[in-house]
């Protein structure tokens, strides 16, 4: 019950403060007079996201599409390229250093090259998705896998383990908390890729709506995208989180510190 009542308390503090910033803002635009080509109103805005819509919704079906497409290839690809880096140490040693120095190029970088390669539209915004989000994964599941503890896995191997069995039912549950961890970084830098790459070579997205409404200085709009981009990634975030609580439950701390 103490559990309970802390996360119901949790919840209506968050609750609370979401609305108290949303309350703030309006007031503050209200009193300082700041025209709407600089800061809309949080009310402006969602009276813009209610008349608009009907407009809005299939630009955001595509930028959550690409999105998950490209988080999707990204964490596969991330996975596997970390397990290789994080159970061997030669490809350590080659890998790693390349992948660095690629995750150190701005991706704004990649994108025209995409755009040479596979010309505009859904295919480069997909990648740029995907390759902004492997280096997090790469390193956490790595990290994960090196976490492992010499002295357990020469028991097992005296024992008669061989390495694949000890990577398979060892290395990697071990990894999990980690792996998940960098899902919850990845998902929202994926967001980051796509909506980079609807602004500068596509013509469906929320990217490119922002983008088209702030050559038109419809700022209201262009907070509308954001607001959009932002709730989606919150949902995203959250069901990475509920994942995570079920399959590594075990290796969470607890957060209720309450006495009694």
């Not at 990697?172 to 796509?194: C, E, N, Q, W």
Request: proline share 5%; hydrophobic share 55%.
């Amino acid at each position: 019950m103490n559990n309970m009542s802390s996360q119901t308390r949790q919840r209506m503090l968050s609750a609370f403060t979401l609305l108290g910033f949303f309350l703030f803002w309006e007031i503050a635009c209200l009193v300082s007079g700041v025209s709407d080509l600089v800061l809309p109103r949080p009310s402006q805005v969602a009276l813009v996201l209610i008349d608009k819509m009907p407009l809005l919704w299939p630009h955001t079906v595509q930028t959550l599409y690409t999105t998950l497409a490209g988080f999707a290839l990204g964490v596969m690809i991330g996975i596997l390229v970390g397990v290789l880096i994080g159970s061997s140490r030669l490809a350590y040693d080659v890998a790693y250093p390349l992948l660095v120095g690629f995750s150190s190029i701005p991706k704004v970088a990649v994108v025209p090259l995409f755009v040479v390669w596979f010309g505009s539209g859904t295919v480069p915004a997909i990648l740029t998705s995907m390759v902004i989000c492997i280096f997090p994964v790469v390193v956490n599941v790595a990290t994960g896998l090196a976490s492992t503890e010499p002295e357990l896995e020469d028991v097992l191997r005296v024992l008669g383990a061989r390495k694949h069995d000890i990577l398979w039912n060892v290395s990697l549950p071990r990894a999990m908390p980690y792996l998940f961890a960098s899902l919850k970084i990845a998902i929202t830098l994926s967001f980051v890729g796509t909506v980079l790459s609807e602004t500068v070579a596509a013509n469906k997205g929320i990217g490119t709506v922002m983008m088209i409404a702030s050559g038109n200085f419809d700022v209201p709009l262009v907070f509308a995208g954001l607001v959009l981009l932002a709730i989606m990634g919150i949902f995203l975030y959250a069901m990475s989180s509920w994942v995570e609580g079920r399959m590594t439950g075990w290796a969470q701390r607890k957060t209720d510190l309450s006495m009694g």
